[in-house]
DNA sequence: AATTTAGTTCTTTTAGTTCTAAACTAAAAG
DNA sequence: CTTTTAGTTTAGAACTAAAAGAACTAAATT
């Protein structure tokens, strides 16, 4: 790892389990990690590949995945025949905004869950209703969260 | 897959995938979804692992980490040398009460993020502190959804 | 005391992921 | 036309996680 002080391998190593407890494979959080951090927003695949200490096929898997979800995008400059690379914010913000529908998930997986269930687990099945009414709130109230937010956004942006 | 019907199983399988998805493997994930929607509230270790066909030790492994971790619990009735497993629905409550814990996290290190980056990324800091402060509204915003929930609760139970 | 039961623990197998290295390809430069 | 550059693709090695199977153990039953 080259060209990066202490404090930013530990950001790449602390953001990329972050990241890898969402899902993402190892290098691909260290590539978003690190694009989150580089000095100039637009990197080269060497210099991603040098940076993370990681093979070519490595680092060029690791780019396609994240191009094709639209999590960086591909820049070119003429008269240079490298491709930049630099993050899609646009992208993260889609991803937020999708939060509701993951709660809705789990909201209808548990109202599915009550259907299923005998009567007569009276209980459990009220305890069980709570939590479906709380993760209902969750997807009224997230909404309205969101729309402050952005209200928030274009009245300053 | 015995004594289930169809919806149970399919149920089993499209939870245990969603509980999957949250990091769960899934044996695991599929002894949480049976006992959710199981005909009784307690099942012995061989009712479990007949109605998910799966090994003595893979259920003995799952198991063991379901009580460790708290989302079940077992039950030994006298004169019956058995062991009864039943979901441990407070756990799950918890579970919900710590998600604003997850967004801090987010939050701090978008903070730190930031703390690293050049200033001269006028337009995606900018985009970045937005996002930051996103999730700080969850983190705000969330801890009143519960206790709005709460006390919708405690006057009802 | 011997056997059965209920489960645990250890070992092995299987499946799949992640990475490297090397061969390859397409475009641009000389 | 040949060479260089900038990657991609393929092939394979190393590793990891999950589950199966078998051996083991401790308590209860006969």
Request: net charge neutral.
């Given at each position: 790892?080259?060209?990066?002080?202490?404090?930013?391998?530990?950001?790449?190593?602390?953001?990329?389990?972050?990241m890898?407890?969402?899902?993402?494979?190892?290098?691909?959080s260290?590539?978003?990690?690190?694009?989150?951090?580089?000095?100039?927003?637009?990197?080269?695949?060497?210099?991603i590949?040098?940076?993370?200490?990681?093979?070519?096929?490595?680092?060029?898997?690791?780019i396609s995945?994240?191009?094709?979800k639209?999590?960086?995008?591909?820049?070119?400059?003429?008269?240079?025949r490298?491709?930049?690379?630099r993050?899609?914010?646009?992208?993260?913000?889609?991803?937020?905004?999708?939060?509701?529908?993951?709660?809705?998930?789990?909201?209808?997986?548990?109202?599915?869950?009550?259907?299923?269930?005998?009567?007569?687990f009276t209980?459990?099945?009220?305890?069980?209703?709570?939590?479906?009414?709380?993760?209902?709130?969750?997807?009224?109230?997230?909404?309205?969260?969101?729309?402050?937010?952005?209200?928030?956004?274009?009245?300053?942006?």
């Amino acid at each position: 790892m080259k060209n990066l002080n202490e404090s930013k391998l530990k950001f790449i190593e602390e953001t990329g389990s972050l990241m890898e407890k969402k899902g993402f494979s190892p290098i691909v959080s260290r590539i978003l990690s690190f694009l989150l951090i580089a000095d100039t927003e637009e990197k080269s695949f060497y210099e991603i590949q040098e940076s993370l200490n990681a093979s070519k096929s490595a680092v060029s898997n690791g780019i396609s995945f994240l191009l094709d979800k639209n999590f960086i995008k591909a820049i070119t400059n003429s008269g240079d025949r490298k491709r930049y690379f630099r993050l899609n914010i646009e992208t993260w913000i889609e991803v937020l905004k999708s939060i509701t529908e993951e709660y809705k998930g789990y909201r209808m997986a548990i109202d599915k869950a009550l259907e299923l269930r005998s009567e007569k687990f009276t209980e459990s099945n009220s305890q069980l209703t709570k939590i479906r009414d709380l993760y209902q709130l969750f997807e009224t109230k997230l909404p309205v969260i969101l729309s402050e937010w952005e209200t928030k956004n274009s009245s300053q942006a």
